[in-house]
């Protein structure tokens, strides 16, 4: 098992967890620093909150200014699991959870109004899955509470050139009003908003448009990176 260095009294520990080998890392926030990589822990998910076992893959130190995510909208490691957690495989608690995530995401789009013009709660769409043979881009967007958020991951070899990390990732953050002034403007007719995303910022260039967007029409957001 591999153990992470003590982190200093004022850092916040950010774990990253998988519901499934291969699947996507979530991170979420951890209370005490006795977790471990390879740790399974027990984790809220899901609007209902329902609980899921999954593993815990990576462990990073952050200070309060350089958090990847706001403290008041991440969720919670509930704890480690016990003996007694594991009545079932933990591969069928895996993919249960994995599968009831997906499911939700693809209901969501399906049940969405054509006519609609907005995403609903916390639905997530990919914006841009691409690779080369030195980078690979992954992008996503969601809307919750109705402010935009906008993450992607950036992998491969130049990225590490570029960061001297294989692993970069980076997140832009709307307040409400910028978000609907973001929308009045690329959504005008009152198209299928994810569609409209897709079109105007999906892709390897997305995010560079998204911005050179927002800043010809003095639409703000936060930015920051990891």
Known sequence: MIMQEKRKTDEYIFCSVQFGEDSKSYYYLADDATFAIGDFVIVPVGDDGHSAIVEVVNIEYFQEDNVPFPLDEIKRITRKCADGDFGTSIEANIQRDEDIETNKMKQ??????ENEGFMTLDEEILLCDEQTTRVRVIIWAELSEGCLKISGQDLG?????????????????FDQENTERLFK????????LSDVLIQRFGGMDGCRIMREFC????????????
Not at 185 to 192: A, K, V
């Open 108 to 113: 969501n789009n399906e049940d969405q109004s």
């Open 157 to 173: 070899e130049a990225v590490m050139e570029f960061f001297g990390d294989s692993d970069y990732e980076y997140f832009y953050n």
């Open 185 to 192: 403007l690329i959504n005008p007719e009152g198209q299928r």
């Open 215 to 226: 800043d010809a029409n003095s639409i703000t957001y936060s930015f920051f990176s990891c």
